[in-house]
């Protein structure tokens, strides 16, 4: 349980550090950010008011452990232009973000078990397909895979909607549709990445002295790969599939903008260019905190699969 | 961490000399394509004031949204009118310029502390360690958007930011490469002759991480300009100045009226990515690749797998002896080369009868742990058995590959040489055996614990039900090896095939081991291969012997005579040796 405190307590700490630093970045400049909501037109002293009139003037530490207050109890502000509530505005943008991450990330998995489980141990030309298929899924960033795929599968053969996003409560046929495409895009890079890393760890568990040892036992093959090459080498595939969520993330925001879905990167990338700042600093500590959490189960599922992290 | 270690590749061979580098690369296809591309992109945008036809951001209305190879516009216009080609090129410098800049920082940051750290470790090396971890943890994409409400469109500055953020990857590179130079002879040598902590790193740290870093930052420029050109493409560059993500966007906006507007700058910024990650393989290649290529031909391979089995069928008459394990000129392969293949075991011929302990005795190389792998069928997978047949009563073994797994666990068992490794880690002792003793052997999983909880309790192991559930690595390293002899027993084998089976324990616990082996032997009529480099264990437990020297047999005897009348001068040798040993140990 120890190992799983510490690793726990480094995710707060890592919050905290990092809310911390954006939060100065970002509120740093009080008269800059009331500069950029009133307009080049407005005078000094209205600009000055509105400082006052946010809260801006007092000092940055007062500003930080006010907002991690209002944070701890749900309340991350609310935007300088539209009154939304942070949270309010979050709620209807991390599912969309999130759908896309989660069922990438499922299909990450199991495309990549299976295509690194067949590469590693038929070799020969699945294996050259397969960094072939790497190589390309790491040259083509995911908004060019994304163009290409709105391009193919939905102007020239119009078998899927190009942009925009139906939640699975109004019509389930059309959310499959909607998010068909952008988890495709996302998928190709992840599944390029994930399955190579994953077939090295199959190999490194294959060249292990006991699988000699539970074959010489008279095990059949199927069973020496699928329980314990499979399982040894599912410690290092579930990190590959943590740190895939980083990227992942990233991708989603890219994926949001060239299909028009209304996700955390939209977002993000709206109100960093209206210099909403309170919405800016809101999906900076939801994305940190969704890659904590994913990083944080994935320590967990480790120490279930590693009886070594277990007893300790 | 240390799963994740062994992951990425670290990097810690030292390169050949800088000037057959660029020769090398250059008798690569893969890496002149690579350059060649990537100097034109240069060429591109160095050259767009005199080569572009249009000016940046000149507009011609007339030409609005014009088709690729159109009068005047070859890659087509936008919906401004403005043209495609011109604009790629115009904005080619700021993409360069970036990445260089990506590339400069990164390294500036990341190879300074990795030297640092790798070198004066310490609290130094903590604090990086938190901060590298710290920063590989954040999300770069969405910090990059929120600098821009800082900043605004200054895709320099964003850039710059990025060059710390992928830091990282340089600082773990470097660090480790470092640790692994650090401890080198070299190192020492020149402290003693008292050269300054500056001219060590400089001399000798900087040369040894040269290729590594080199190699790195080929796949950094690549994730710099994907990065610079997403960021652009997110509308956070600046909109008066063209951008190969920029004219992307636009592109994408107005793919309904111009379809054609986004292949250009897609390829364009795709296949300079590509090039950039083709380049980095070919550089590991070229500067990483040990001496040659040691995978044989697929067509040689199975030629000469044939050959060996052709000549198989044809002896199967012959050879064969009345002996319980029959080995007749085995010989075993390892590629060296496309075409070529190392023979490490040269025609060996080996009899084992019922009930005998046989002890097989060499130098480490040898060849005779190949031999014992090749009775239970276990080579690594790149291992060739050039010919030869191993009959175990009466049957060929290796000319039937079913006889074989069939063989495997039944008839003949294994005792492997280091108790650790050979436990799978992730499963209970109780779990393993019980899934080893099934695989051979038709009964309930009840029937199976009960039967091996009676063979760990005669393997001396106390408690055997409470270390059934424990896993491998809450035993020691005498108690793992009881539990493998029980594994290896517990299919109730007519031979055992041991494997150095005490090198890897304590002294005392060898003694036990081997009176244990002397015992199931004498119970169980169980008959052994011993391979050991022990002449003491021989002597000890052995009814016969065979000496094997570079993958023959020089002699082969029962024990008695081989200690008191050896007959080969390498036996001679031998046994001397190993006398001198016991009297430096005495």
């Known amino acids: 349980m120890l190992p799983l405190l510490k690793s726990l307590l480094r995710s707060a700490a890592i919050l905290l550090l990092v809310s911390f630093a954006t939060f100065c970045l970002m509120f740093g400049n009080g008269t800059g950010i009331a500069r950029a909501i009133l307009g080049y037109q407005a005078t000094e002293s209205d600009v000055q008011r509105k400082v006052v009139d946010l809260g801006l003037d007092r000092p940055l530490l007062v500003q930080f452990s006010d907002w991690l207050v209002n944070a701890v109890t749900g309340n991350l502000g609310e935007s300088f232009f539209t009154g939304q509530t942070v949270t309010s505005a979050l709620s209807t943008r991390v599912p969309v973000t999130l759908t896309l991450v989660i069922t990438t990330l499922i299909f990450t998995l199991i495309l990549s078990v299976l295509l690194g489980v067949a590469a590693a141990v038929y070799g020969g030309w699945l294996d050259k397909v397969l960094q072939f298929i790497s190589v390309l899924g790491a040259a083509v960033p995911p908004f060019i895979i994304a163009i290409a795929l709105v391009f193919t599968f939905a102007i020239s053969i119009r078998l899927f909607p190009a942009t925009g996003y139906i939640s699975p409560d109004r019509s389930f046929g059309g959310w499959i549709l909607s998010i068909t495409l952008p988890v495709v895009a996302l998928l190709i890079g992840s599944v390029a990445s994930a399955a190579s890393q994953f077939r090295g760890a199959v190999l490194d568990a294959l060249s292990k002295d006991f699988v000699r040892t539970l074959r010489a036992r008279g095990l059949k093959e199927s069973h020496v790969i699928f329980r314990h090459v499979l399982r040894n080498a599912g410690g290092p595939g579930l990190t590959v599939l943590s740190l895939q969520t980083l990227g992942l993330l990233g991708g989603a925001i890219f994926v949001e903008q060239v299909m028009a879905l209304p996700g955390m990167g939209q977002m993000a990338n709206q109100s960093a260019q209206q210099g909403d700042v309170p919405m800016v600093m809101g999906t900076v500590v939801v994305t940190i905190i969704i890659v904590l959490c994913v990083n944080f189960l994935g320590d967990l599922a480790n120490s279930v699969l590693n009886p070594k992290a277990r007893t300790r | 961490m240390s799963a994740e270690a062994s992951l990425t590749e670290t990097v810690a061979e030292v390169p050949g000399p800088g000037r057959s580098l660029l020769r090398r690369l250059l008798s690569n296809p893969q890496g002149v394509i690579c350059i060649v591309f990537l100097l034109l992109v240069i060429l591109f945008g160095v050259l767009s004031p005199w080569l572009a036809p249009f000016q940046p951001n000149e507009a011609d209305l007339n030409s609005v949204n014009a088709q690729p190879f159109s009068e005047g516009h070859l890659f087509g216009a936008d919906r401004a009118g403005r043209d495609i080609l011109s604009q790629l090129m115009w904005g080619t410098n700021g993409t360069l310029l970036g990445s260089l800049l990506v590339l400069v920082i990164a390294v500036l940051f990341g190879v300074t502390t990795g030297l640092l750290s790798g070198f004066y470790r310490g609290r130094f090396e903590a604090i990086a360690g938190f901060v590298t971890d710290l920063i590989m943890s954040l999300p770069s994409i969405v910090l990059l958007i929120a600098l821009f409400a800082l900043t605004g469109p200054n895709v320099m500055v964003a850039m710059a930011v990025f060059g710390v953020l992928v830091a990282p990857t340089y600082y773990r590179l470097v660090r480790s490469v470092v640790l692994g130079v650090r401890t080198e002879l070299y190192i020492d040598a020149a402290k003693v002759v008292g050269l300054s902590d500056q001219r060590i790193i400089g001399r000798h740290v900087l040369w040894a991480v040269r290729a590594p870093v080199v190699i790195q930052s080929s796949f950094v420029a690549a994730s710099g300009i994907a990065i610079q050109a997403g960021v652009e493409f997110l509308g956070l560059g600046d909109p008066e100045q063209p951008s190969w993500g920029g004219i992307l966007q636009n592109a994408n906006s107005n793919i309904y009226n111009n379809r054609f507007g986004v292949l250009w700058p897609a390829l364009l910024i795709s296949l300079t990515i590509l090039a950039l990650i083709l380049l980095g393989n070919v550089l590991r290649d070229v500067l990483q690749s040990s001496a040659h290529n040691r995978t044989l031909k697929k067509s040689r391979r199975r030629a000469m797998l044939t050959e ?90 290796l000319a039937d590959d079913k006889a074989l797994k069939n063989a495997r666990g039944r008839r003949i068992g294994y005792i492997p040489q280091e108790p650790m490794s050979n436990l799978d880690p992730s499963f209970t002792i109780g779990a393993q055996l019980v899934y080893g003793l099934r695989a051979v052997k038709r009964i309930s999983e009840k029937e199976a614990k009960e039967e091996l909880i009676a063979l760990l309790t005669r393997v001396g192991i106390r408690n055997p039900e409470s270390v059934m559930r424990l896993y491998p690595h809450e035993i020691s390293g005498g108690m793992a090896q009881r539990v493998l002899i029980c594994g290896a027993v517990a299919g109730d084998p007519d031979l055992i095939v041991a494997d150095e089976p005490t090198t890897a324990l304590d002294v005392t616990v060898q003694a036990d081991v081997l009176e244990l082996l002397r015992e199931l032997s004498t119970e169980r009529g169980l008959a052994m291969i011993l391979v050991t480099h022990n002449l003491g264990v021989v002597a000890d437990l052995c009814d016969t012997v065979s000496v094997m020297k570079n993958g023959r047999i020089v002699e082969r005897n029962d024990v008695e005579s081989l200690f008191s009348s050896p007959e080969q001068d390498y036996t001679k040798t031998l046994l001397e040796s190993s006398r001198s040993v016991e009297l430096m140990e005495a």
């Not at chain 2, 007749?328 to 009899?351: M, S």
């Open chain 2, 308 to 397: 060996a089995q052709n000549a198989r069928t044809a002896s199967t008459a012959s050879g064969y002896d009345a002996a319980l394990l029959s080995i007749r000129g085995l010989k075993v392969g390892y590629p060296d080369g496309p075409d070529r293949v190392r023979t490490v075991v040269h025609g060996v011929d080996l009899d084992v009868r019922r009930g005998e302990i046989h002890g097989l005795v060499g130098e480490s190389g040898s060849g005779k742990s190949q031999m014992a792998f090749s009775t239970l069928g276990i080579l690594p997978k790149e291992a060739l058995i050039l010919g030869g047949s191993i009959y175990l009563d009466g049957q060929d073994l």
